[in-house]
Each structure stands twice: as structure tokens, then as C-alpha cells.
């Protein structure tokens, strides 16, 4: 595809692509000006929270036009899919000026568009991502689209997934962080495992409709490999007389421990858990327990990083990290269909024994069809295809790591090979491992656990105390702001300063608070109460900026204050276990 350049009637530079047998123009040779209007229109109001996709670049007018509209601290990505076209911006100095600026991002491809959103875009700004198409770009370059909205979609929808969860989980966490420091104590670090299980196979097994095919055949695997379950597939499991070597359970829920009751209880396997996992897997589990962990305060009670193992959304995510990060290869998937496989939502040995779903509880109008292991399409959902997504960046994060797909069905996984299970089985080297509760090391950290809690204590106290004042201080600003006596403005500013700073330097103590304290500040975030728009008064910005201020000194006590009780109760009832 070649270009050519021409000059609009109103004075602006325009494109015309020739594609195939027509020429097409980007914009209009007529009034380019009012094209480029049109793109910035698409964005308003301008905030101080935004972050923008631009798709097309062209001459970069409607991207200086944006970088001039919109505050400093925004982030500005433009994606062009057409190399040819970037050589010969690259050399244009004007527009070099342009997208040379710190905050334009220039991006061709997924990965580019990728990186962005890692960088960029977080739970906390992901409502104030606003995405615009110069002209017709959109529809010239559509099929070279097709992959960079595949990125968008999928990124956008893994963040607000975080998010929700985040919200709706966020006092939760909190509680069971606290509940299950108590066993996190006298469990062990995942730290000590680490290439434990260099190069020694690991079969996960997850709860795929198609599980029921080839379950059976773990039987066959005779101690020659790991088997790894999430909390739904224990029962099954251990129906068919199979005892995995590790139960892997993340989820805060209760539905948790109505997956797994009756069975954790008896299973010897060693179970995997977090800060966040249901009190009640930890507490019934009767067995040895090895943890990671997402909070600093344990850090600081080991005296060391305990490692985290990232987890994407599903069970099934946490356990090929952690296959990968004890060494395994082959990693072998059964039951990781990742789709509708034989229309139904998962294995009918996995089902839920408190209630019977139909297929119409799990279908969605906005389910999709991805390529199967046959290359024929199935059905999925827009979650379930985002694992997938997940799953195959995680693979891809391991290239020295054999994966296979012995899924009887289901999604395509990128990056595992197709493979029956007992073809696997039967390849596996005939030699018995090691079982995981031989390289566990346990030891007794309560001590050192109520010393960091107490610790915990006076700082929520301190934090309080500070609120308190910059809350007096603001009041006696605001006075001072509107009375205009503006000599002593500054002196409120510097002791405002002051208080800043104490509470960030006790924060560093006050990570047990870290889930509670994201709904607070998410909400004023992206409050429109606080929102500064491009077109607010100084005046306004002002009285903006102090209400949000407030409204976080108000957010803080409020945590702090509900969590120094409940942090006292823990360390009550640790000294009374001691």
C-alpha cells in the first residue's frame, strides 16, 4: 500500500491511500479542520484523570490539538498500524515534534498496545480511558485492527475484572489476612520450594466440562508426577480415590469451603493458600500448609520476601505458576477446556452438590467462539476466553517449560501441545517424587507476629491523630482562602505538607490496611464530586482540591479506626493461643 500527499481547500495536509483499485483519502480535502474538530469533540470534557487511545495518526494535528487540551499528568497512546507511514513520520520533523513529546506513545502493534496498558492504565484510572479514531482510519486499516482491539478488550476487561474484585473483596481480605495470620505463622513460605521439582511433571487438574473423560486416568499416574487440584476438583478427586499432592485454594468466598467441605478435612495433601484465601479451607484443613503471600506485613514477620505467585483470575493460573516456580516441565493441563465444551459450564463430577445449574446459568448474550483443539469453533464466554489470554502470557513467561493440553476439548491453549493423558502417562519417567511435605519447613513465628501487630497499632493511632489535624488544617485554609488574607496561605501549606508526609511514613507500616483502604480511595478517585475539568475556575479547582482532601483525611480515620479494633482483637486472641 502507497500514499500520497495533497493539500486540503482549508490549508491542512491530507492523505490519500492507494488501496488495491481506489484511492481513498484519510479525512476530507475539503475541510481537514473540521475532521480533526471532530476527533477532539469526541473526547470532551477533558478531566485530570484521562488517558486516551487515539487510533491514526495521519499529520498528528488531532494529537497536538489533544496534548495542548488536556492536563500534564495524561497519557496519550496512538496506534498506527501502517510502517510505511511511520517511516516518513519519523522523518517529517513536524510531526517529530509531535510525537516525540513525553506523553505521546506511539504503538503498531499488540505488544506495543500491550505494554501501554501495563504501564499506564490501572483499577484506579481504567473508567477514564477514552479511545477515538481519526477520520476513517478505523475503516481503512481494518483488518490490521483486528488483533490491537483483540489487545484492548482483553486488557480493558483484566483490569476491570481486578478492580471489581478489588471492591468487592475488599473488606474480606482484610478479615481473613487477619484470620489467617494465626496459620500463616507455623506454615511454610512457598520461598522454600522454590526448584524443589527440577524438571519432574505436574499434572493441574481443573474443572473443564470435559474433565469427566479422562479423570480416571490419574490413576494410572503411580507417584511418578505431581497432581495439582483447585478446591472444586478435590471432590472428584478424591470420588475416584485419587489424593493430589497439593490443594490450591485462593478464593475469599464462601462458596470456597462449600466446594471443598467434607474433604479438606481428610485430605493429606498439603494445601496452598494466601492472605486472602476463606478462613474456613485454612482453618478445617488439618494438614501441613504452605503459603505466599500479596501483603508486606509478612514480610516483615519472616524477615524476608515471601514470594507471590501471580493469579490472573482462576485457581488454575495461581497452579502453573506455582508448577513453574517449584521447576516442573512437562506442566501438564486436564479439565482446562476454557469453554462451553458440549454446551455446559463445567464437569458434571464438579458441579456444585448444593444446587443444580443448567446451561442457561452460565450462557451470556455477549459469549463468543474461539478455535478449539480440533480448529473447529466453541463456545465461551468473554471471562472465561480472558483466562485463556492469561494462560497463554504465562506459558509464554516460561519458554524453558514443556506445557501440554491434555484437555479432552475446549479452547485452543497457544503455546500446549495436544496430547491424550494417557499418552502422557504412559511417557512419564518411572521414578516416585518426592512428596511436597518432605521439603516443608515450618516454624513458629507468633512471637514476632504480635510484636509487628502492636507495631501495626501505633501507627493506625498516629494516622488517626494526623487525620484529625489536617483535617482542622483545611477548615482554618479554606478560611484563610476566602478571606483572602493570603499571607498566610503558605504557612497552611507547609504544616499540611508536614502531615502528608508523617502519614506516608507511617503507611509503610499500615499494609495490613492496603485492601480496605482501595475502596476509600478508589471512590474519591474517581468521584465527579472531585473531578477537575479542563474548564473549572482556579477558584473552583480549589474548593475541588480541598473537599478531596477532606474527604481523604475522612476515608483514612475511618479505616484506620475500624481496623486498630479489629487488629487489637487479633492480638488478643494470638497472646491467648501463645
Not at 500520497?4 to 481513498?24: H, Q, T
Not at 504480635?450 to 493506625?460: C, G, R, Y
Amino acid at each position: 500500500m502507497d500514499f500520497e500527499i495533497e493539500l486540503s481547500k482549508d490549508g491542512y495536509r491530507v492523505l490519500k491511500f492507494n488501496m488495491g483499485n481506489k484511492k481513498i483519502y484519510l479525512g476530507s480535502k475539503y475541510n481537514q479542520e473540521r475532521e480533526i474538530n471532530k476527533i477532539i469533540e469526541s473526547f470532551k470534557p477533558f478531566t485530570s484523570n484521562d488517558n486516551y487511545i487515539v487510533v491514526g495518526l495521519s499529520f498528528g494535528e488531532h494529537v497536538k490539538e489533544l496534548i495542548e487540551k488536556t492536563a500534564a499528568s495524561t497519557r496519550i497512546l496512538v496506534i498506527e498500524v501502517n510502517t510505511e507511514w511511520l517511516e516518513f513520520c519519523n522523518k517529517d520533523e513536524e510531526i517529530k515534534k509531535i510525537i516525540n513529546n513525553e506523553r505521546v506513545i506511539i504503538a503498531k502493534d499488540e505488544v506495543e498496545v500491550k505494554k501501554f496498558f501495563r504501564e499506564y492504565i490501572t483499577q484506579m484510572n481504567v473508567n477514564n480511558l477514552n479511545i477515538g479514531y481519526c477520520c476513517n482510519y478505523d475503516i481503512l486499516f481494518k483488518e490490521g485492527l483486528k488483533e490491537i482491539y483483540s489487545v484492548i478488550r482483553n486488557e480493558s476487561n483484566r483490569i476491570i475484572t481486578d478492580k471489581n474484585t478489588s471492591l468487592y473483596f475488599g473488606e474480606t481480605w482484610f478479615n481473613t489476612l487477619l484470620s489467617n495470620l494465626k496459620y500463616m505463622t507455623k506454615a511454610t513460605p512457598i520461598n522454600f520450594l522454590r526448584n524443589k521439582y527440577k524438571n519432574k511433571p505436574a499434572i493441574i487438574v481443573s474443572a473443564g466440562p470435559s474433565l469427566n473423560k479422562n479423570i480416571h486416568e490419574l490413576k494410572n499416574v503411580c507417584g511418578n508426577a505431581l497432581i495439582l487440584s483447585g478446591g472444586r476438583t478435590l471432590r472428584p478427586l478424591k470420588e475416584n480415590d485419587i489424593e493430589p499432592s497439593i490443594v490450591g485454594v485462593v478464593d475469599a468466598g464462601e462458596v470456597s469451603y462449600k466446594l471443598v467441605e467434607g474433604f479438606i478435612e481428610n485430605t493429606k495433601a498439603p494445601l496452598l493458600f494466601y492472605d486472602g484465601t476463606n478462613n474456613l479451607v485454612v482453618d478445617k484443613h488439618n494438614g501441613n500448609k504452605i503459603f505466599s503471600s500479596n501483603n508486606e506485613l509478612l514480610d516483615d514477620i519472616y524477615g524476608f520476601s515471601i514470594d507471590k505467585l501471580s493469579s490472573g483470575g482462576s485457581i488454575a493460573h495461581v497452579l502453573t505458576v506455582f508448577a513453574a516456580y517449584i521447576g516442573c516441565s512437562p506442566i501438564v493441563f486436564i479439565g482446562q477446556d476454557l469453554a462451553y465444551t458440549g454446551e455446559k459450564g463445567h464437569a458434571e463430577c464438579a458441579e456444585n452438590n448444593w444446587q443444580k445449574l443448567e446451561f442457561d446459568n452460565y450462557k451470556k448474550k455477549d459469549d463468543l467462539y474461539v478455535k478449539d483443539i480440533n480448529g473447529d469453533l466453541v463456545r465461551t464466554s468473554v471471562i472465561l476466553d480472558s483466562y485463556r489470554v492469561v494462560l497463554e502470557e504465562i506459558i509464554e513467561s516460561f519458554p524453558e517449560i514443556e506445557f501440554i493440553n491434555a484437555t479432552e476439548g475446549g479452547a485452543f491453549i497457544k503455546g500446549a501441545s495436544v496430547k491424550s493423558l494417557k499418552s502422557v502417562i504412559d511417557g512419564f519417567e518411572k521414578q516416585e517424587i518426592i512428596p511436597i511435605d518432605e521439603y516443608l519447613n515450618s516454624e513458629d513465628k507468633t512471637e514476632e507476629t504480635i510484636k509487628i501487630l502492636e507495631k501495626t497499632v501505633n501507627s493506625l493511632d498516629k494516622t488517626i491523630n494526623l487525620c484529625k489535624r489536617g483535617k482542622h488544617l483545611l477548615d482554618d485554609f479554606y478560611k484563610a482562602y476566602r478571606s483572602k488574607v493570603n499571607g498566610n496561605l503558605s504557612k497552611y501549606i507547609n504544616e499540611l505538607d508536614k502531615i502528608d508526609k508523617s502519614i506516608r511514613e507511617n503507611m509503610c507500616n499500615l499494609s495490613v490496611i492496603e485492601s480496605q483502604l482501595f475502596e476509600t480511595t478508589y471512590s474519591i478517585e474517581n468521584s465527579n464530586e472531585f473531578l477537575v475539568l479542563s474548564i473549572d475556575t482556579k477558584g473552583k479547582i480549589f474548593e475541588k482540591n480541598i473537599s478531596k482532601n477532606r474527604a481523604i483525611y475522612d476515608g483514612l480515620e475511618g479505616v484506620c479506626k475500624k481496623s486498630f479494633i479489629e487488629v487489637k482483637k487479633i492480638i488478643k486472641e494470638m497472646n491467648l493461643r501463645e
